[in-house]
């Protein structure tokens, strides 16, 4: 490749590329904005790929293709890795939570304890800083900070127990750290996790979903983390517990599926909710596109008009925040017309 294969180019040059494309763009100043504010490769080269084609080795656009569909497919992904990103912090606070009570209750809460290296297993791993030296040198090292709340209960107590360091520690680490568990502290943690007597399974494959669910949700936080498009994202991580129900379960809708089986049930909750307004957004502007997220998402998806509606307000909302509105509830538009509520002239129009 040479260096003449790369070169700046205004927003307006870009416009004008895109357009000589076949892009439809009307409003040039919405265009203009938002390649300035997200930039031509955020934008238009990640979202592109469903709507081209190759004519004679140039990039071109199917006929009826406007900016404003991809922009609005940009910012499904983008509301989409908001919400994996909020999901999987609320995740992680809930798996130290459970591992510290784990290690607190079977090794004590002195770190001088817990963080014995007899106490787990020393298997190899490819990657030196989660083999269980560094793992124990890296938190031992955190106790030694300056910052609250370690530095108090080091000072005041003279201890810091688990769920005291965790706090500071990244999720990495403490999913490899897991892994090294012995199995029964493992099925302990798994057992905290999820609740077994739904799921009926035996204490290996328990910990196989738990161990497989953890790496693939580390792996979505770190996508998430760094901007990486989320909704056809192909997991390197392989699910190990599989039966004839699961074996076509992949990408977006895999993860829902693992966060729906634990017991913990707020950040599946959190990122389904997310995934449905996303695409009843987008499907209601772009029905054409049904079928292509149907089946990179590997989900049936079911057009719906959804609308916000308060308590003792005869108006619906396309915007929850609308006018300051407190407490909305989220019904299909269908239903909203169905008990006489009219539309919002601010946010309806």
Avoid at 121 to 146: C, E, G, W, Y
Avoid at 269 to 296: M, W
Wanted: hydrophobic share 35%.
């Amino acid at each position: 490749m040479s260096t003449n294969d790369f070169s700046y180019t205004t927003v307006e040059q870009q416009i004008e590329k895109l357009k000589r494309q076949g892009l439809i763009i009307d409003n040039i100043n919405f265009a203009k904005s938002e390649l300035q504010l997200y930039g031509y490769s955020n934008l238009i080269k990640s979202y592109r790929n469903p709507y081209i084609f190759i004519d004679n080795g140039k990039k071109m656009y199917r006929s009826g293709i406007t900016f404003e569909q991809i922009w609005s497919l940009f910012i499904l992904d983008k509301n989409l890795r908001n919400a994996v990103m909020a999901s999987m912090l609320d995740l992680e606070e809930r798996v130290k939570e459970a591992t510290a009570d784990v290690i607190a209750s079977t090794f004590g809460c002195h770190q001088d304890l817990y963080l014995n290296f007899k106490n787990y297993r020393d298997k190899k791993n490819r990657k030196h800083q989660f083999s269980l030296p560094a793992i124990l040198n890296n938190m031992k090292k955190v106790l030694n900070t300056d910052k609250d709340p370690i530095a108090h209960y080091s000072q005041k107590y003279k201890t810091v127990p688990p769920w005291i360091l965790f706090k500071s520690v990244y999720f990495s680490t403490i999913i490899n750290f897991i892994y090294l568990f012995k199995p029964n502290e493992q099925f302990s943690v798994a057992s905290k996790l999820y609740d077994n007597s739904k799921l009926n399974l035996d204490q290996h494959t328990l910990i196989f979903l738990m161990m497989d669910t953890l790496y693939i949700c580390l792996e979505y936080r770190n996508l998430a983390a760094h901007g990486g498009r989320i909704y056809n994202y192909k997991c390197n991580s392989q699910l190990r517990f599989v039966n004839s129900t699961q074996d076509d379960i992949h990408g977006f809708s895999q993860l829902l599926f693992l966060l729906h089986a634990f017991d913990y049930q707020v950040p599946y909750e959190h990122l389904s909710q997310a995934l449905n307004e996303q695409l009843n957004r987008h499907c209601n502007l772009y029905p054409e596109d049904v079928t292509y997220l149907g089946q990179i998402l590997n989900i049936n998806i079911t057009q719906r008009e959804l609308v916000w509606v308060a308590s003792r307000s005869n108006k619906y909302h396309k915007d929850k925040h609308c006018s300051g509105i407190k407490n909305p509830i989220e019904i299909d538009l269908s239903e909203a017309e169905k008990h006489g509520l009219s539309p919002c002239q601010k946010c309806c129009k």
